[in-house]
């Protein structure tokens, strides 16, 4: 086969595997020692030998192309297939398209400086182009003078002259040796597996090279969820070899990586024998470009929003189903020999960063986590610490192995492994203590993971968490057996917020911490029978005598709000309160968070210190505060609640006004509803300031009006409860007038109480409420709400039994009779109707998550805007001595009093003088 033949270029593909090993030493070389050549696939392309070939010299990745006259090579140190893995080498090439200096530039100019486009031989590693030759060897001159015409070579000195061979009489695809037609003996062999060998008579372009990797979409990035499922329906998970392929290809789909990268990969820069060299960039772009055309045809479609969460949603719950299926413990043998383990492990990187919530799952999980009705990320983070757990417990453990130590790095996950012979455990006992720590093995300082990490990440060289568990874990025959640790530690993990409602009171949490959790067992290889003995789970009793000891730290260092100060520099947090939590899969259908089986030792924003008698998953659990948002505020409600507060205003400053220059409205009745109306106008102006913005802004400013309004609302309240008892007293005891004295230091008493109690208790919560009605706090607005109905409700008490006693009243004394039916008439209906207005407060402002009740905020406002007006009809116009006052006709009203009073008096004596006549 000779490549001159192929009019529009050609191209290879295969994958390959193969164990080795590379001495760092040797990529200083810099190309100038010799290695062993092995070649990975050959027809016979050799210097001045038509066909192509690929090879490996030590830590150098090449390939040659030859037409006989003329030869490319690529020669790349340091990118090598990753060790032990499958990886896909490709080469491409095609015919030049200049033939000198002033075409080139021209195709150059057509390619958009694009050389990659220009010909040549390009080598490829999982399709990322590691190399690309240019020129052939024969074509590749340097200068020897100062000046050179490009016409005249014989001042140019090439690279390499070569003499034209024949190639292979009978074309010949050769897997791991090399031979040509003037040497036919087979020779430079290579080892390893091969597979899926493919040749293209074209040059393969960028938007079809996934074809190199047999059809597959490049790097998996955009295949469709069902081609996966099927490919995954058909592997056998049992089967190492299949689970290792399944796991690269679902490690280029889901990962946190776009492509596999060998160990070695940008070491150093691209090296070939071209003396024109350029990294490519018509790959990426070409690839932004697609993204950027799909992205935008979609962005018009607003409409399916909703539908197409759904669809992803499933999609990814599918994937999610292919990612357990990949972590069933069931697909482990029954036992495994130390290669086996290590293999079998690596799953747990790719599932610890598929679980990443700030990888490119982050939206799929949030999907997830919307949807109450799926089990979600801890159904997976489940599986893969019983698919790890059944490993380590199926590691035979040779006779003089004492211990097993494995650790599985990955940017979001770490899983560590230790599996202890029990004459170790028995020695660590003896002369290292009673407990094992995890992560840090021994020592909770720095340690070195050379012997037993593959590709060890610097990020888990060092925890500020610890998990420290008892060797004495296991009693009667289980105390014989060797004891197997697995923990591991999640950086991110994608939390739903399920949660025991008993333990942690608010409706959002969050994770605060990493995500810990350590398991144990103990068995033992029977080498009688070869196989395990029956596993073993700790004794319980034996962790009560000796609790886990955990400590955990924060991610977010904000304080939590028990601990803020109430002044200018306060800091501001989102997180209510920090628990220890461990995970209960008991709680409802999926599992929840729990603080009853671990006890918080000490908890601040640093970190934790927990103590627990239970192995498990923990965390460190923040209780969220609920954010103020606006209220919800109708145009018309804004207007009609601003008109009632400003026109009740009014209309108490000139009921205040008309009794306090009257001295004839100077006596126990009224001079409460003058107070209560005082009250009620700076509760008004109070609610009028909350209204505006420099106010809202201000959280100290916002917090006097909030107290402002707590309390002299509460004291609207107790004024008329007071004043409910007077005319309680005056109907029933026939007592009208004195107690004033009693009642006004009551009145404008207990809401002093009830304010410095809320101020007390609760003075960080004040002043946060968009309305600056208080607090934005339940708890705060249920101590005002509390106090001021119970003051409207004695008020309610005090008038039925008025309304009880209104036919039989105590006093017998006409006008006054007259004047307290009409008070008592006005105040009846005042205290209904406040105590209506009030009762629609808490409906209003208190928020029940639990409960779905109507929108109380808008018949509140606008009752409560227009209480003023109501209480000055009910409590003005309704008494016969207020309505003499605005009339005039207050000495008209006395005089007529009088001679009632004096006919009366008359009238009993003229009727005792009769007696008296009659009787003599």
């Known amino acids: 086969m000779n490549p001159k033949n192929c009019e529009n270029g050609l191209s290879a593909s295969m994958f390959y595997k193969l164990e080795f090993e590379v001495d760092p030493n040797d990529l200083e070389t810099n190309f100038t020692k010799k290695f062993t050549r092995e070649y990975i696939l050959s027809t016979g392309g050799d210097y001045g030998s038509p066909g192509i070939s690929i090879y490996r010299d030590g830590p150098i990745m090449g390939a040659i192309l030859s037409t006989g006259e003329e030869t490319w090579e690529v020669k790349v140190m340091g990118n ?41 031989l390009q080598l490829f590693l999982n399709l990322e182009m590691i190399g690309h030759s240019l020129l052939p060897e024969e074509k590749d001159c340097t200068c020897t003078i100062t000046n050179c015409d490009p016409d005249d070579q014989a001042n140019f000195e090439c690279k390499k002259q070569t003499v034209a061979q024949e190639p292979l009489t009978q074309p010949t695809m050769m897997i791991g040796c090399h031979k040509t037609k003037d040497d036919p003996t087979l020779r430079d062999f290579a080892g390893g597996v091969f597979d899926e060998v493919a040749f293209w008579n074209k040059r393969i372009p960028d938007e079809e090279k996934h074809m190199f990797l047999g059809g597959w979409k490049e790097s998996f990035d955009n295949i469709d969820t069902s081609e996966l499922l099927n490919m995954m329906d058909s592997v056998d998970f049992s089967d190492p070899d299949q689970a290792a392929t399944a796991l690269q290809v679902l490690s280029m789909v889901v990962g946190d990586e776009e492509t596999t990268l060998t160990p070695f990969r940008d070491i150093y820069p691209t090296t070939t024998s071209s003396t024109i060299k350029e990294a490519p960039e018509v790959d990426e772009n070409g690839e932004e470009k697609t993204t950027q055309t799909t992205s935008t045809t979609e962005v018009p ?30 697909n482990l043998p029954g036992n495994l020999t130390n290669e086996d383990f290590t293999k079998r492990i690596e799953v747990s990187k790719l599932v610890g960063d598929f679980l990443d919530t700030k990888g490119r799952n982050r939206r799929n999980w949030k999907l997830m986590n919307d949807d109450n009705n799926v089990f979600g990320s801890h159904q997976v983070r489940q599986s893969l610490e019983a698919f790890t757990e059944k490993a380590l417990q199926s590691r035979v453990l040779e006779p003089k192995e004492l211990s097993v130590r494995a650790e599985v790095h990955s940017q979001n996950s770490f899983v560590q492994y230790e599996k202890i012979a029990i004459p170790e455990v028995r020695r660590r006992q003896v002369y290292e203590g009673e407990t094992f720590v995890f992560p840090m093995w021994r020592e909770r300082s720095k340690r070195s993971t050379k012997n037993y990490v593959v590709d060890p990440m610097e990020k888990w060289d060092s925890f500020p968490e610890s998990i420290e568990i008892p060797l004495m874990l296991f009693s009667g025959s289980c105390a014989d057996q060797d004891i197997s640790f697995v923990g591991t530690i999640y950086e991110n993990f994608p939390e739903p917020g399920r949660k025991n409602p008993v333990k942690i009171k608010s409706k959002k949490i969050q994770l605060d911490s990493r995500v810990m959790t350590i398991k144990a067992s103990a068995n033992r290889w029977n080498r009688n029978t070869e196989e395990f003995d029956p596993i073993c789970r700790p004794d319980p009793k034996l962790l009560y005598r000796k609790r886990l000891l955990i400590n955990l730290a924060t991610k977010s260092k904000e304080k939590s709000r028990r601990q803020l100060l109430f002044h200018q520099n306060e800091d501001v947090t989102s997180i209510l309160k920090r628990h220890c939590a461990i995970w209960n899969p008991h709680i409802g259908m999926f599992g929840a968070w729990d603080t009853e089986d671990i006890e918080t030792m000490q908890i601040d924003e640093q970190g934790a210190t927990c103590v627990t008698d239970k192995l498990g998953t923990y965390a460190i659990i923040a209780e969220k505060i609920e954010l103020p948002y606006e209220y919800d505020e109708e145009g018309w409600l804004y207007v009609t609640k601003l008109v009632g507060y400003i026109v009740s205003t009014i209309f108490l400053i000139i009921f205040v006004i008309i009794i306090f220059l009257s001295a004839y409205l100077w006596e126990q ?39 402002v309004i707590s309390y002299f609302y509460t004291a609207s309240a107790f004024l008329l409860a007071c004043e409910s008892h007077a005319c309680f007293k005056a109907i029933t005891g026939g007592i009208i ?51 001021l109905l119970v003051g409207a409700g004695l008020s309610f008490m005090a008038m039925v039994i008025v309304t009880c006693n209104l036919a039989t009243p105590a006093i017998r004394k006409s006008s006054i009779l007259e004047e307290l039916s009409s008070i008592s008439s006005g105040l009846i209906a005042m205290v209904v109707f406040y105590c209506i207005t009030w009762a629609f407060g808490p409906l209003a402002y208190i928020r029940f998550p639990d409960l779905a009740i109507p929108d109380f905020f808008p018949v509140f406002q606008v009752m409560n805007s227009w209480l003023g007006v109501f209480v000055v009809i009910l409590l003005g116009f309704c008494s016969t001595r207020f309505r003499v006052v605005i009339a005039g006709s207050v000495k008209s009203r006395q005089k007529h009093i009088l001679e009632g009073t004096t006919k009366k008096h008359d009238d009993s004596a003229s009727i005792k003088t009769e007696k008296s006549n009659i009787s003599a």
């Open 301 to 330: 479609i607003t409409t399916g929003e909703d539908a197409k969460d759904a669809k992803d949603s499933e999609a990814f719950q599918s994937l999610i189903n292919v990612m357990i299926k990949l972590t069933t413990s069931t």
């Open 737 to 787: 007038d004195g107690r004033s004295c009693v009642y006004l230091p009551l009145g404008w008493g207990m809401p002093m109480i009830a304010l410095g109690y809320n101020i007390h208790v609760s003075l960080m919560d004040f002043g946060d409420d968009p309305k600056c009605f208080v607090g934005w706090s339940n708890i705060v607005k249920w101590q005002f709400f509390l106090p």
């Open 669 to 707: 009745f009224h001079i409460l509803r003058m107070n209560l109306a005082i009250s009620l106008i700076i509760g008004n102006v109070a609610m009028l300031l909350g209204e505006l913005h420099f106010v809202q802004d201000d959280r100290h400013l916002c917090t006097v009006i909030g107290c």
């Open 80 to 120: 090598l297939p990753k060790n032990n893995s499958w990886t896909n080498i490709a080469i491409r090439w095609e015919k030049l398209k200049f033939t000198d200096q002033a075409s080139y530039e021209a195709s150059k100019q057509e390619y958009n400086n694009d050389i990659s486009l220009l010909g040549g």
